[in-house]
């Protein structure tokens, strides 16, 4: 994530990252996914090892899938994509025998979408927990705290930009890897959002109860 103060930096024009040299793809990957924010969008990698390039590609790529090919009136689900044929990219080539990288060109063209002023809060591509702040939610969450607990403590300790949907994210990942249960994963994620929830297993850690309730039912 990137600090309120980081953010009032001011945006490099793209014409002069060509020919800048990076040491690692992390590098390169972070200061062109910081100066993207500032110009209020964000960038996905694609990689092709075997012929040492690197792109980054505006989010906003690719057009949105209609494999059915339904117009929006006879569709019954009603989704939202942020593709639309954006065909902004950098390109960067790895130098032979240096293992640095390079940006080599960058796409002139315009975006085909509108620049977002609060880039940084929009996109999940800025939104990035660092190794010490993942640490903070887990110790968090081990101690019972909310996810709105844990974004509040965040925006304390760190004056930096976080929504609660990442906080969710991050612990559905750690459940596994912390041995928490699936089933007592879900449950907590319920039991946040208010829901009431019962379950029981039996001596054979085989499920034989479970109830789940909207928090305006009962």
Not at 53 to 64: D, I, M, P, T
Not at 69 to 80: A, F, M, P, Y
Not at 102 to 124: C, D, G, K, M
Request: hydrophobic share 35%; glycine share 4%; aromatic share 10%.
């Amino acid at each position: 994530m990137q600090s309120t103060a980081q953010q009032k930096r001011k945006a490099v024009e793209w014409n002069e990252f060509i020919g800048r040299t990076y040491a690692t793809t992390h590098q390169a990957i972070s200061a062109i996914q910081f100066n993207s924010g500032l110009h209020g969008f964000a960038v996905n990698k694609s990689m092709d090892s075997k012929k040492g390039l690197l792109r980054l590609k505006c989010v906003h790529e690719g057009n949105k899938r209609n494999s059915w090919k339904l117009d929006d009136g006879k569709r019954q689900r009603k989704t939202s994509s942020i593709k639309c044929n954006c065909l902004w990219v950098i390109y960067l080539k790895q130098i032979k025998n240096a293992g640095a990288w390079q940006v080599s060109s960058i796409s002139n063209v315009p975006h085909t979408h509108p620049v977002e002023l609060n880039a940084f809060t929009v996109y999940r591509q800025h939104r990035t927990l660092s190794n010490e702040q993942k640490e903070l939610v887990v110790a968090m969450t081990k101690a019972s705290s909310r996810p709105g607990q844990i974004l509040d403590c965040l925006a304390y300790k760190y004056r930096e930009i976080c929504i609660v949907r990442d906080i969710y994210t991050f612990r559905s990942k750690i459940y596994n890897t912390e041995g928490l249960a699936d089933l007592d994963a879900h449950a907590e994620l319920l039991n946040d959002k208010q829901y009431r929830i019962r379950y029981a297993y039996d001596d054979n850690n085989c499920l034989v109860g479970l109830f789940v309730a909207r928090p305006n039912s009962i």
